[in-house]
């Protein structure tokens, strides 16, 4: 790494340094990553979300996730870390991604109630806050992201062969630190795929992911049992509401930013709101068959469950015209941009 010297008009290298001399253990990195996410997401260009750290992964071995997260996708993101370099990293980060594509939603809750002391409802609601839908949608699929001082040439020669031949998604992100007056300085290069077909691979393999498990809605209404929830998805798509086929959504924005999202799921609709507005747990409960609307979130937003087709038409109804200017309130970091 260079600084650069703007009196002396000149680059400054500082000096390298390894994680073992400057005193720094993988439980060091593992706790500076968790205690702010954001900075090394940022760092590595990833958008991540923590499930939780030190997790097991089945209880018939005794190992143990550096880091459990997931995308904005619901996708699962094994995270593991080695000071200096360890060939058997990708062998352990693909066993434990393997276990942990059996595991039931629920259990995501659960272990990020645990992790971090929430409540069961609590943690379920932070994770279908994250990925915009009901709890289901994740663990659809999974990836590896291994970071460490380096990495041993055949490791990077296996995670090209599962990533082109078997289309593993596997990450290598290479950790360089240096020191000066007492400071230390980290950088993380991704070293496997290089960054830019990176960009590229996630793009088409986002696309991949949103044409699954069905290739057209046609196919995906075939498992819908109440026909309430297809003649909604039908008005829906007739109409060029805004939805996602590979999670069965339709969504709607008030003010130009989503509040809704509907989840249909074979028997009914799962809606989310997000924000909330004046009394609003009360005029959906004036408006529905069945009075199952919840606050969720720390009260920061609403789930509720359409069944009847009344319902389904008082749903539509109240976003095309009741709340078409209503005024939401919530904290900046719940706004939800066009992504």
Aim: charged share 30%; net charge negative.
């Amino acid at each position: 790494m260079l600084r650069i010297d703007r009196t002396g008009k000149k680059l400054v290298r500082l000096t390298k340094s390894t994680f073992a001399d400057a005193d720094h253990w993988e439980r060091d990195l593992q706790a500076m990553i968790c205690t702010d996410p954001d900075s090394f997401c940022e760092e590595i260009g990833e958008n991540l979300w923590g499930i939780g750290q030190e997790v097991r992964p089945s209880e018939a071995v005794p190992d143990r996730i550096d880091i459990l997260a997931t995308d904005e996708d619901g996708t699962t993101v094994v995270i593991e870390l080695k000071r200096g370099a360890h060939k058997l990293q990708m062998l352990q980060a693909i066993s434990y991604a393997g276990m942990i594509s059996k595991w039931p939603s629920d259990r995501f809750v659960q272990t990020l109630a645990t992790n971090y002391k929430k409540s069961y409802d609590d943690a379920r609601a932070e994770i279908e806050e994250h990925v915009g839908s009901d709890v289901s949608a994740i663990n659809q699929d999974q990836r590896i992201i291994l970071v460490a001082e380096d990495f041993d040439p055949a490791l990077l020669i296996a995670a090209e062969w599962l990533h082109e031949i078997f289309e593993v998604d596997i990450r290598c992100y290479r950790l360089a630190l240096s020191q000066e007056g007492g400071n230390d300085y980290l950088t993380c290069t991704c070293v496997y795929p290089p960054i830019e077909i990176a960009a590229l691979t996630r793009g088409s393999e986002k696309t991949d992911r949103t044409s699954a498990p069905w290739k057209d809605w046609d196919e995906a209404l075939k498992a819908i049992e109440n026909p309430a929830v297809a003649a909604f998805i039908r008005a829906a798509l007739a109409s060029n509401q805004e939805t996602r086929l590979y999670r069965r959504q339709v969504m709607y924005r008030i003010g130009g930013k989503r509040r809704f999202w509907v989840t249909c799921r074979p028997a009914f609709g799962y809606v989310w709101q997000l924000g909330r507005f004046d009394s609003d747990e009360q005029f959906w409960k004036a408006l529905l068959s069945t009075p199952n609307v919840k606050e969720v979130n720390d009260k920061r937003g609403l789930r509720f469950y359409l069944r009847t087709a009344a319902d389904f038409d008082a749903f539509n109804r109240a976003v095309a015209q009741d709340l078409a200017s209503t005024e939401f309130s919530e904290p900046d970091e719940l706004e939800v941009d066009g992504t």
